[in-house]
């Protein structure tokens, strides 16, 4: 069959072409693009539905470690702090916040890295040790598990005879008129901002490679509840805008307006603990998102 003069040039022009790209990509001058490099939702349908799933178990994983430690530390001073004759008071609440999260850090820490407070998911990204875009969808998260905790032990708590929601604060965190200790604006966001740069501080420490790694939560269920023996008396304690907000929608009135110290100190107060870990001990290090072995293997 005779070939078309037409076409065969039209085709070693397209291969030229073709050929002269590969050459360039190859030396740089044009970017090369992986799987990786885009959303799950452009990516091949099997790659992006497994990423999905493994991102839905994660914030799944978040909403849960929150929503316990909401319902647990504020629980524990809903309904155990002044319990007549054997309440468990400032230090019962303090170790229940703790036990908290040292028991989920070793539940869902390889799920998800078992931050449970936005503050501690902002500080880790500013420490470089958390993808920036995961940061939405983990606050999101927190704090729907936050809502859902204070909803719970509510329809727990009004299940005692004279319950009343005004007489108690439901756990929720105030200052001035409204702080444990009738302590000012001032010193509350003081102690909010120093104590949360500190527990940063620890969980970027305690999580660093040196580290022993069985260790971490341990120390951090013991940093927070040192922070609570230190500031129950003057904001019932935050650190942590998720465990903030859901009483806060419980009580409404002077904790909703009051609410705004508590998410803004604990934002900035992570951020600063998180930027001066990264200064102290500025080798890189894996981020705080749980184990993706352990992931790909589930």
Not at 202 to 226: D, E, S, Y
């Amino acid at each position: 069959m005779p070939h078309d003069p037409a076409r065969v040039a039209a085709a070693q022009a397209a291969g030229g072409r073709l050929g002269a790209v590969r050459r360039a990509a190859a030396a740089g001058a044009i970017p090369q693009f992986h799987c990786a490099d885009f959303p799950c939702f452009l990516r091949p349908s099997g790659a992006g539905r497994r990423e999905s799933v493994e991102n839905f178990r994660k914030y799944a994983a978040e909403l849960i470690g929150t929503f316990w430690l909401t319902f647990g530390g504020c629980g524990s001073a809903v309904l155990a702090a002044a319990f007549p004759e054997l309440g468990i008071g400032f230090a019962g609440v303090s170790l229940a916040f703790g036990l908290t999260v040292l028991t989920m850090a070793y539940a869902i820490g390889h799920v998800s890295g078992c931050h449970l407070n936005p503050a501690v998911t902002v500080g880790l990204a500013v420490g470089g040790r958390f993808p920036v875009i995961d940061i939405l969808p983990y606050i999101v998260a927190q704090v729907i598990g936050g809502i859902l905790g204070a909803f719970v032990l509510y329809l727990i708590a009004i299940g005692a005879p004279g319950f009343d929601l005004a007489t108690s604060g439901f756990a929720a965190n105030g200052y001035g008129a409204h702080s444990p200790g009738g302590y000012s604006l001032t010193a509350a966001w003081i102690s909010e901002l120093v104590l949360t740069a500190g527990f940063l501080f620890v969980i970027m420490g305690a999580t660093h490679g040196r580290a022993p790694v069985q260790f971490a939560p341990i120390a951090i269920g013991l940093a927070l509840t040192l922070i609570h023996l230190i500031s129950i008396p003057v904001t019932n304690t935050s650190v942590n805008p998720a465990r903030s907000t859901g009483p806060a929608l419980i009580v409404g009135g002077w904790a909703m307006a009051q609410l705004w110290l508590f998410w803004v100190a604990p934002l900035i107060g992570g951020a600063i603990g998180g930027m001066a870990y990264r200064w102290i001990s500025p080798m890189p290090q894996e981020n705080v998102v749980g184990d993706p072995k352990w992931r790909t293997r589930a």
